[in-house]
């Protein structure tokens, strides 16, 4: 197992249990999100925690899944499934994302998902 995919392992295992907040811990300080059919988020731990924030729409259960990782040198790449409920409907969010990693730390964040039905 490599660390890198075992951050966003973590990631998803702190989301599913409710306890999210470690950006810090999970992000570097110059962070960049990079989504092309959204407004840009401020570098560093602030864009982080906007991106995050998102989150806070969704009603628990939620459950972020890892259905694929691909590990390249310092990217890796993950398939997410995402289900949760939003104003009281089930939804399900597909997620493709492409990371890139510097000292243990997600540096960069290149991420598609289904717009539809996002809150």
């Known amino acids: 197992m490599s660390r890198q995919k075992d951050l966003l392992r973590e990631i998803a295992a702190a989301h599913n249990a409710g306890a999210p907040d470690r950006i810090a811990e999970w992000f570097t300080e110059d962070f960049r999100l990079h989504e092309p059919d959204r407004p840009a988020l401020p570098v ?3 864009g982080a925690s906007q991106m ?3 989150f806070n729409n969704l009603t628990p259960p939620i459950n972020l899944e890892i259905l694929d990782m691909i590990e390249e040198g310092d990217r890796v790449a993950v398939r997410w499934q ?5 104003e009281g409907e ?4 597909s997620i493709m994302a492409i ?4 000292e243990g730390r997600i540096a960069e ?3 598609v998902s289904v717009r539809a039905l996002w809150p």
């Open 109 to 111: 964040d290149w991420g």
């Open 44 to 46: 560093g731990h602030a």
């Open 82 to 86: 995402l289900t949760a409920t939003y």
């Open 52 to 54: 995050r924030a998102r």
């Open 99 to 102: 990371y890139r990693f510097e």
């Open 90 to 93: 089930p939804f399900e969010q």
